[in-house]
């Protein structure tokens, strides 16, 4: 399917979902977040999707969002009602049941920043560089910011991050833990690539479940955690994945799905 602001292509079992307004620095605008919307959808419904690369072009992750249309926008109830629509899709983004990995190249400021938290892996290049930048702007951080990054860093690391609205290089956000590993420029949707072919060995549903799971541990019991566990483990259980390993295993062959046959 042609879309106006974004390029989508599976290859392989593995997503690419490129940003495309490379003369704007793929500026979040209202049509892009609606097609992003709809290509999440899209792998929702396909169980063939094994994991999404999310990157940018022209040099450029993304910029943030199209302040203009923003400011466009009527006043008001109204206003905030328009803004809550385009932010419902970034939930989608982190429940998406498929490893997300992120390769950022130049500029990932405002939602472009968002968008990286989101990811469950990012790579980048030593040229990328981040930013909560909402409030040079007089905004509040959004996109899922607020909760994401507290979350990933800690509450004071977090204050740092989006009351400075600082710029951070890669090293730091290596340090973080928010950067999974810094390459060559011009390499960075070819590692992420290759890094997402890992996924491809595993199960689709034991993948799935175990993020979503991880996704709400913070705010459950352990309770409600281990109901979750047991539902999860009941359906991995009945899958042909753990027919297979259990069939390997009994037979003494390695997994298909092996971590450490990738570190060489």
Not at 35 to 42: A, G, K, P, R, S
Not at 68 to 79: F, V
Not at 231 to 251: H, I, T
Request: proline share 3%.
């Amino acid at each position: 399917m042609a879309y106006k602001t974004l390029t989508y292509d599976v290859t392989n079992g593995i997503g690419v979902l490129t940003l495309n307004m490379p003369a704007r620095r793929n500026v979040l605008d209202l049509v892009m977040r609606l097609e992003i919307q709809e290509v999440l959808l899209n792998i929702r419904e396909k169980s063939d999707i094994r994991a999404l690369v999310l990157t940018g072009a022209g040099g450029a992750f993304c910029a943030g969002g199209d302040l203009k249309s923003l400011q466009d926008t009527p006043r008001g109830a109204a206003r905030r009602e328009r803004v809550r629509r385009t932010h419902i899709w970034i939930e989608e983004l982190v429940n998406l049941e498929v490893p997300v990995i992120a390769a950022v190249d130049g500029v990932a400021f405002g939602g472009g920043f968002s968008l990286v938290l989101a990811a469950d892996f990012v790579f980048c290049t030593p040229r990328a560089q981040f930013c909560a930048v909402f409030l040079r702007a007089g905004l509040i951080p959004d996109l899922g910011c607020l909760y994401l990054l507290p979350r990933l860093v800690g509450l004071q690391k977090a204050k740092d991050l989006c009351l400075t609205a600082r710029i951070v290089q890669p090293e730091e956000m290596r340090q973080l833990g928010l950067v999974h590993e810094i390459v060559a420029s011009g390499s960075v949707v070819a590692a992420a690539m290759k890094f997402a072919e890992r996924f491809l060995d595993a199960s689709g549903l034991a993948l799935g479940m175990t993020k979503t799971i991880l996704n709400r541990s913070l705010q459950s019991d352990h309770h409600t955690i281990s109901e979750l566990e047991s539902s999860g483990q009941a359906l991995c259980v009945d899958s042909d994945n753990f027919r297979v390993a259990m069939e390997r295993f009994l037979s003494k062959k390695s997994p298909l799905f092996n971590w450490e046959k990738y570190q060489n």
